[in-house]
């Protein structure tokens, strides 16, 4: 279980990580995912979804 973040950027770069690892890709390749992805990461930061679920969320949308 991950440790609850209250910071947008220490979050983001958590989201950033988990999707390198599942996807095994660079870190800065799943970077732009993220960027790719902007409305489905704000929406998981405002419903206080963790970096996981944000992760797993973010893989669903792009597969």
Excluded: C, P
């Amino acid at each position: 279980m991950e440790k609850a973040m209250n910071n947008y950027s220490e979050w983001e770069t958590a989201v950033v990580q988990q999707l390198a690892e599942s996807m095994e890709i660079s870190y800065s390749d799943a970077s732009g995912v993220v960027e790719a992805q902007t409305f489905h990461i704000q929406q998981s930061w405002v419903k206080g979804l963790d970096a996981t679920d944000t992760a797993r969320k973010v893989l669903s949308e792009i597969r």
